[in-house]
């Protein structure tokens, strides 16, 4: 059945990823689960139908980058040294793994539910128009992902999908064709924070945002309303102090002094940061989290990365599942569980499904 790892404030098992996902499993007895390995097997072979409450995700942005990370290495081994390894590639190509993806999207053969025919058409069409090319390589890969994330969410639920202009457009049209147009209800943008050094140099308008897709499965879902608490000088159009909750948080985020959500990658102190080079701000997932969920609600990111959705999930008092196909994210996210549990004194007991490796085992998918 796997082992138990334990200290005070946590406990931690590895479960054989052969092992099914228990479909009857109670709130009562639920116990969060970091999976290691392809989601799109994850997703169409543990997790059941209307089950979970909000989707969070940060897929690969089609960069064309490889990304990678520096670590410390153990203690007692090139003390005081650093060593890097790379996180993932955000690099595609059309190939035969491409192809064999497509086909088996358009033939219904690898995704739990059938394609709708406008899904079928959408992606005949694209690849009439891009060609097999890199972008419908990227676009073949997430859309049969997006297609099993519809089928797992509950109709009351969200989901958040994080991108940038590279291939926000054509993931705007592949969500549509998904989660139906009528579902579509903001397209967010987050400015990541102040412009410097390099980017300055650019000829043209400088990119400084993010753009995160909001949906949900059908009209009836949960929403609260979040707001930006009013400073202690700020006063109502007739002069009055304001006894209300705030100000209401539009869709344009970290636009404005009273909301400051800078992205942690240009803060150089920022003790968030555990070096995973696509690390989000914990409030960024706070915001989110708390908008379209509840106490007791199962959040899932399907690319978890450096776990902050799941952190901020843990913190906030909801049920998780993170997946990650690199051996370093799930070691990552496991150890700053652990040491978050440490830190504060609450309690983290998660499995981690599949074989869970070292960081050093990291090199071997680079």
């Known amino acids: 059945m796997g082992n138990f790892i334990s200290d005070s404030n946590t406990r931690v098992r590895r479960v054989d990823i052969t092992l099914p996902l228990i479909m009857s499993e109670s709130i009562r007895h639920w116990k969060n689960k970091l999976y290691f390995g392809d989601n799109l097997e994850i997703l169409r072979d543990k997790i059941p139908d209307n089950s979970v409450d909000l989707i969070y995700l940060d897929p690969p942005f ?3 980058k490889d990304y990678n990370i520096l670590f410390q290495p153990e203690a007692g081994k090139l003390k005081g040294a650093t060593a890097q390894v790379k996180a993932f590639e955000d690099t595609w190509t ?31 069409a694209m690849r009439s128009y891009l060609g097999e090319c ?19 969410l509950k ?22 064709a998904i989660f139906g147009i009528e579902n579509f209800r903001n397209e967010i943008v987050w400015r990541i924070g102040w412009v410097s050094g390099f980017k300055t140099q650019k000829k043209g308008w400088i990119r400084n945002h993010d753009i995160l897709l909001y949906y949900t499965k059908s009209e009836k879902f949960t929403f609260n309303k979040q707001y930006i608490p009013y400073s202690p000088d700020y006063r109502r159009r007739g002069g009055g102090e ?4 705030g100000i209401p948080i539009e869709d344009t985020w970290n636009c404005r002094s009273e909301d400051r959500l800078d ?5 150089s102190f920022s003790k968030e940061k555990i070096g995973y080079p696509t690390q989000k701000p914990e409030k960024l ?6 908008a379209s969920s509840n106490e007791g609600d199962l959040v899932l990111d399907p690319f978890c990365g450096s776990g902050t959705t799941v952190a901020v999930a843990e913190r906030l008092g909801r049920r ?37 490796k070292d960081v050093y085992s990291s090199k071997k998918t680079s």
Not at 242 to 245: A, E, L, V
Not at 263 to 267: E, L, N, T, V
């Open 242 to 245: 304001s006894k209300g909750k």
């Open 320 to 356: 998780w599942i993170g997946i990650d196909i690199t051996y370093l994210a799930i070691d990552v996210i496991s150890k700053r569980l652990k040491e978050s549990a440490k830190r504060t004194g609450r309690s983290a007991d998660f499995e981690i499904y599949g074989e869970s």
């Open 263 to 267: 992205s942690i990658m240009i803060m």
């Open 285 to 290: 997932l706070e915001r989110i989290i708390k």
């Open 155 to 176: 109709d009351t639920g969200s989901i958040y999908l994080h991108c940038d202009p590279t291939a926000s457009h054509y993931l705007k049209i592949l969500m549509d």
């Open 94 to 124: 059309w190939g035969l793994e491409a192809e064999g993806t497509y086909e088996g999207l358009i033939s219904s053969k690898i995704t739990k539910v059938k394609p709708n025919q406008r899904l079928i058409e959408l992606m005949k």
């Open 134 to 152: 890199s972008m419908m390589a990227y676009l073949s890969m997430m859309a049969p992902r997006l297609l099993e994330m519809k089928r797992v």
């Open 62 to 64: 089609k960069s064309g």
